[in-house]
């Protein structure tokens, strides 16, 4: 059986035994690896791919146009055909097979409000997904239930888990098609001034976003707009019927927070998606995302009872939390500046998306950048995770702007410590500053499908994003393991990552001379074990505590053959 040689110190710092005769670590500091142990998915190592529906491939031109959506818009700012189907295809076709991605993020799906909006950038349509109307019903623009069934079971045939986005804080603006929801369902005023806790929770986002009472314990009726919707559709009984169910199994008062939850949870129940982002986290109470937690939890457990056959692994629900402006060096506390309050917790999230990643990649090298993740995760999150990008639907200051460094920008983002989250295009270097747009519709144009299958620069830029996600799918020590520093001249490092009988150790190197390359593995792999470098295909095998490539890239992605 061929072996892998991992060497593990007391200090669990492998190359701080450097003074211990060779002999004696070959007998203390060897753990034996399986290649015939399956490769588990991991969701802290995971290769997360974000993309808004509507802007990704439209799968089904048929469904283009709903609701009268037909005023003229904002540049970017109206539904551009985007869809469900379009997703599926593209799983289909192997699209994020070939790029390494084991999990996909949609923007929310729900059904959207009817009108349009013009604050001042244009008439503006719900195509972002974040402006609900029915939590019940997926919205006709993005496709159908069996649309979204297709979608999850071809996706779990390739092992890529499916992540939704929940919005529970606010409905959609109030439009000349879209009424406001009874005042106890939302306030309307005041807009947040974000310099307290109070200031930050008990407000609206903007003007004109009515913000959910989710303090609120009282019973209250359905909004009368969504009765007539779901009469009209024929289904109000049905409806009724499941809310009934939902209320009596959980002993909750029928406040607005939990009909919310009760029918985002319907979409673990039925499709058996595998997470959720939650939406605006710190503008409602943390003790929601608790109680949303434990609903997701019990509908993801039914699902699995239900459909057995169905079950890819025994990971959890996955919940991840959108704390606007959250970076890992706070730890896991955020600070409102009156209060401090820890998201982080098993009863709610696992992980929360790190704003600080962009900021720490322009201001450090590989190695600082590697190491302080790989600190970071193992002190002050300990036990969570965290999702880094550096690019995103409304960050408007991103890690690369200019689209001019989609090398080192792939590198940074897949190779660091934790979940990463490739935003759509950041693999074919799609645009983000489109002109005449206004605010963050330069950040969602489509996607430059025409590009990766036109431009040789596009296309080379794309298969080194395809060979690094690559790598990182098979390997859950790229995101997930520990990281230490080989050499740091040429740049040289390892990662190793361990669970149950699953053992995994690979050798990284980056801006390396191109040509002849002589790597001293002996602190890590035994005699005549063969290596391939996964970036260029080429193996070798360990003679004297080394290995020789000849390539012309400046990466070596080394793995056991």
């Not at 439209?58 to 970017?76: C, W, Y």
């Amino acid at each position: 059986m061929k072996k892998v040689i991992l060497l593990i110190c007391v200090s669990f710092m492998i190359f701080n035994c450097e003074n211990k005769p060779s002999s004696e670590k070959n007998k203390t500091d060897v753990v034996e690896a399986s290649s015939a142990v399956k490769t588990p998915f991991v969701w802290e190592g995971a290769n997360l791919y974000f993309l808004l529906t509507d802007r990704f491939n439209n799968g089904d031109t048929s469904n283009d146009v709903n609701f009268n959506r037909t005023r003229e818009t904002g540049k970017l700012r109206g539904f551009k055909g985007g869809d469900i189907k379009g997703i599926t295809q593209k799983v289909k076709e192997g699209y994020f097979t070939d790029l390494g991605i084991n999990a996909i993020w949609m923007t929310p799906i729900v059904e959207q409000i009817h009108g349009g909006t013009d604050e001042g950038t244009g008439v503006s349509y719900g195509f972002h997904g974040y402006w609900a109307k029915d939590w019940t019903k997926i919205d006709p623009n993005f496709g159908t239930k069996e649309d979204l069934h297709e979608l999850v079971k071809e996706a779990h045939a390739k092992g890529i888990r499916i992540v939704l986005d929940a919005v529970i804080n606010h409905t959609g603006p109030v439009t000349e098609k879209d009424p406001v929801w009874p005042d106890e369902w939302v306030r309307t005023d005041p807009q947040c001034t974000y310099d307290s806790y109070e200031n930050t929770i008990s407000c609206t986002l903007v003007a004109n976003l009515p913000d959910i009472r989710t303090e609120s314990n009282t019973n209250t009726e359905l909004p009368p707009q969504l009765v007539e919707k779901w009469k009209t559709e024929g289904r109000y009984e049905q409806e009724v019927k499941e809310l009934d169910e939902f209320f009596e199994r959980t002993g909750h008062p029928r406040a607005p927070r939990f009909y919310i939850i009760k029918w985002l949870t319907d979409y673990i129940t039925e499709f058996g998606v595998d997470g959720y982002r939650a939406d605006t986290v710190k503008h409602t109470e943390e003790f929601v995302w608790e109680e949303f937690r434990a609903e997701c939890d019990y509908a993801f457990s039914e699902y699995k009872k239900t459909n057995p056959e169905k079950v890819l692994d025994d990971n959890n629900f996955y919940l991840v939390g959108e704390v606007y402006n959250y970076g890992v060096s706070s730890g896991q506390e955020f600070d409102f500046g009156d209060r401090k309050v820890n998201y982080f917790n098993p009863l709610s999230f696992q992980s929360l998306i790190n704003f600080e990643f962009k900021y720490n990649s322009k201001d450090k090298d590989y190695e600082d950048l590697f190491a302080y993740y790989d600190e970071v995760l193992h002190s002050k999150l300990k036990g969570f995770g965290t999702l880094n990008y550096l690019t995103s639907h409304d960050d408007g200051r991103p890690f690369d702007a200019q689209r001019k460094k989609p090398f080192e920008t792939a590198n940074k983002l897949l190779l660091s410590p934790g979940t990463s989250q490739v935003y759509y295009g950041d693999e074919s270097s799609r645009a983000l500053i489109i002109p005449g747009t206004e605010g963050d519709a330069t950040l969602r144009s489509m996607m430059n499908w025409d590009s990766i299958a036109s431009r040789k620069r596009t296309k080379e830029v794309l298969t080194h994003w395809q060979k690094l996600g690559q790598f990182r799918a098979k390997h859950p020590a790229v995101g997930a393991g520990k990281h230490q520093m080989i050499t740091e001249q040429p740049y040289y490092f390892y990662r190793s990552y361990q669970k149950g009988d699953f053992k995994d150790l690979v050798v990284i190197g980056l801006k390396l001379e191109k040509g002849v390359k002589v790597i001293d593995v002996s602190k890590v792999y035994e005699e005549r074990v063969m290596l391939r470098d996964a970036y260029s295909g080429q193996t070798a095998t360990v003679e004297n505590g080394k290995i020789t490539l000849d390539t012309e890239f400046e990466v070596v992605l080394l793995e056991r053959k």
